[in-house]
């Protein structure tokens, strides 16, 4: 294999298929490379760890098509270092030469048929709109957990509702609920759970796209994005029945502008630590926040408020909370609840396509 290609598209196409390559040790050593593939002037490169794959296409000067194996932190950091410019890749049976100026590096090759059969994407396609999805996944993959022990709750829910589609995610202390209005993806009643390592990629993606093709197969789900293909594994298993979690009603309900109650939030957290809760005293035309830490002191602010219901005083996680308000959108939100142990439900005013239900914190 031999090709030419300026430094800087180069480095992009590794840095992004690294981002699948394994950083744990693995039964398959071969799966801490990167595979280059040259057919012409298009070389694809791959990194994997099995769950997750990244495929990245890149514009060459070919001159001798083939496939190989490199180890690719090393491939990376050398390509990174080159000066700007053109390098020259040269790769033959166990050595990749890769030149740039009087800059040269001869780098030993893991062998290419150790390479795992990754699946091919399924043919069939849907194009979803980057820019709304993306939001979509802002709104709701930070509420999945990070928890391995826990493999569904790692995942994100994509089902088919109504006319188009849902995402939902949840560690168990807060949950977020996205609708796509009109965006067909699934057939009616189908559902999949995509691993949330995979989405998070993903939206590293779409910032300056405008599209998304997304290819859904048995057993794996592929996103395209220009010249990027992330694909991933589903995870197997049955999500909670989190409709059931939603109350259908809630007596309590504050409206507050979303801005000033997050920089008051903010403020007020500088003296939530150690896991201390941020309290929410509800009034009838104000809220009051108050966070108390033994030892170290207390912050309380009090907003203009509308509340239809009890006084009330609920507690919750102020980064629990501040993620929630911050992906809510719209000028206003509400805040509902029916008592201090329930379940708080977070929405904009007037944006229902999207909630975050949030966990209280038992105070004395």
Aim: aromatic share 4%; proline share 6%; hydrophobic share 45%.
């Amino acid at each position: 294999m031999k090709f030419r290609c300026e430094r800087d598209p180069l480095v992009e196409a590794l840095n992004a298929a690294s981002r699948a390559v394994t950083t744990r040790g693995s039964s398959l050593p071969v799966l801490s490379g990167l595979r280059l593939e040259l057919h012409g002037d298009q070389l694809q490169v791959t990194g994997s760890d099995l769950d997750l794959t990244i495929s990245v296409r890149a514009a060459v000067s070919g001159d001798a098509d083939g496939v190989a194996v490199v180890p690719a932190k090393l491939l990376s950091d050398i390509v990174r270092a080159l000066p700007p410019g053109a390098v020259t890749v040269e790769i033959d049976d166990d050595e990749a030469r890769i030149g740039s100026g009087r800059s040269q590096f001869a780098v030993r090759t893991i062998p290419a048929h150790e390479y795992p059969q990754l699946p091919e994407p399924a043919e069939s396609s849907v194009s979803l709109d980057a820019g709304a999805f993306a939001e979509a996944l802002r709104q709701v993959v930070a509420a999945a957990s990070n928890d391995e022990s826990r493999p569904i709750l790692t995942g994100v829910l994509m089902a088919a509702e109504g006319d188009g589609l849902r995402l939902v995610a949840t560690d168990s202390y807060r949950l977020a609920v996205r609708d796509l209005p009109g965006t067909s993806v699934l057939a009616e009643g189908q559902q999949v759970l995509v691993p949330s390592t995979a989405l998070r990629e993903l939206s590293r993606l779409l910032s300056s796209a405008e599209a998304v093709t997304l290819r859904l197969g048995e057993r794996d789900v592929a996103f395209e994005v220009d010249d990027v293909r992330v694909t991933s594994r589903l995870i197997e298993g049955d999500f909670p029945n989190y409709r059931g979690l939603i109350p259908n009603a809630h007596p309590n309900r504050l409206t507050v502008g979303r801005e000033q109650l997050l920089e008051a939030l903010r403020r007020v957290r500088l003296l939530a630590r150690e896991a201390t809760p941020v309290r929410l005293v509800l009034k009838a035309d104000s809220v009051e926040l108050l966070a108390i830490t033994q030892d170290v002191g207390q912050a309380h602010e009090e907003l203009d408020a509308k509340h239809d219901g009890d006084e009330l005083t609920v507690a919750f996680n102020p980064e629990y909370l501040i993620a929630g308000i911050d992906v809510t959108p719209g000028d206003e939100i509400t805040l509902e609840t029916i008592d201090a142990l329930k379940p708080a439900l977070i929405r904009g005013v007037d944006t229902p396509e999207f909630l975050y239900l949030l966990m209280p914190v038992r105070v004395s």
